[in-house]
């Protein structure tokens, strides 16, 4: 088992105290989220993390391909391993917050693809092409893992096909963990490569407080930051949401999706914050305020400071159900 969490990181401050809880806990993995006019740039917030960690992998959970090049994307995180060798990883996704507030396109699954494959091969010292240009990082010590954010069956497929590892966002029922490891793994069979080989990381999204009202009071922020990009056009009781909570949810995406982007539109901002807040508490990802699903477990591992957790499915022999832990704390959004 392994567990590690991400967080946004809103000021050094924040990101010397999270180096030192992962460091003190004994977290796996250690991540920065990329979102541009929420939280500092990722790439320095990294370098910081990397400097104060000692045994941490240090994770960017996640950057896109849309604003910055790739090429400097596999420069940025080879840089970084240079800090902190052998425990860096780059995790890369569609956009959401890092392109939609800022107004550009997120990338669909065969992009991601294109865009993964050609920062491996430069991280690997190979010269590599994308779109007409190319690149060559001979000076790279040894190549990060590049993982790639899934949290549908193409971005799935994507990941198996082409990553080192998968952060999935899928739903934590035992039906969503299933479905989304099963599309990975068959993907990766299908591209001949070997689906042992390729990290299977699952996501939840929490907010947890040593004060349970405080919590419950969050968690409309969460919802509407996650439901956009999670449910989608699905059904949610597909992602573990109750089927009472159906239709309130659905209201909430509708509403936090026509004026994308905090830093565009900024006056519909507290409006859609006090509309979260009165959506009944149930989480897309399928935890919620009260007692987690019968497939979670829970382990007490300290106050990180992360806003959402990432946990690794145990691999044990024998045991074809995932375990599953979650974490969580009491930062802002």
């Not at 050609?118 to 994308?130: H, M, T, V």
């Not at 993907?187 to 405080?214: M, S, Y």
Request: aromatic fraction near 6%; proline fraction near 8%.
């Amino acid at each position: 088992m392994e567990i590690g969490f991400f967080f946004w990181p809103y000021d050094v401050a924040l990101v010397r105290s999270m180096a030192e809880v992962a460091d003190l806990f004994g977290y796996d993995m250690v991540g920065i989220a990329d979102t541009p006019g929420n939280a500092m740039d990722p790439w320095v917030a990294t370098t910081l993390l990397a400097s104060a960690t000692a045994r941490a992998r240090v994770a960017v959970c996640v950057t896109n391909l849309v604003t910055r090049h790739p090429a400097a994307t596999a420069a940025a995180i080879a840089s970084v391993d240079l800090i902190a060798p052998g425990r860096t990883v780059l995790g890369i996704g569609a956009g959401h917050s890092g392109t939609r507030n800022l107004g550009a396109p997120s990338l669909p699954a065969r992009e991601l693809a294109e865009g993964v494959t050609f920062i491996r091969d430069l991280l690997r010292g190979q010269p590599a092409s994308y779109r007409g240009g190319s690149a060559h990082l001979p000076w790279v010590k040894q190549p990060s893992p590049v993982f790639l954010a899934a949290s549908h069956p193409r971005s799935l497929r994507a990941a198996g096909e082409t990553a080192d590892g998968v952060f999935i966002n899928y739903g934590l029922t035992r039906e969503n963990v299933t479905e989304s490891e099963t599309t990975v793994t068959r993907a990766a069979i299908a591209a001949g490569r070997n689906p042992d080989d390729v990290e299977i990381w699952q996501i939840a999204c929490l907010d947890c407080h040593d004060d349970g009202a405080v919590a419950r009071r969050k968690i409309g922020a969460i919802l509407a930051f996650v439901s956009a990009y999670i449910i989608g056009g699905r059904d949610p009781a597909r992602r573990g949401v109750p089927l009472e909570h159906r239709e309130p949810l659905l209201e909430l995406r509708r509403r936090s999706s026509t004026r994308p982007g905090s830093l565009r539109l900024p006056r519909r901002s507290p409006r859609r914050v006090r509309h979260a807040r009165r959506v009944p508490r149930a989480s897309p990802c399928g935890a919620r305020g009260g007692r987690a699903p019968a497939d979670v477990q829970r382990e007490p591992r300290g106050r990180s400071g992360a806003r959402r957790a990432t946990l690794r499915r145990a691999r044990a022999a024998g045991d074809a159900r995932p375990q599953l832990i979650e974490i969580c704390s009491d930062a802002d959004p």
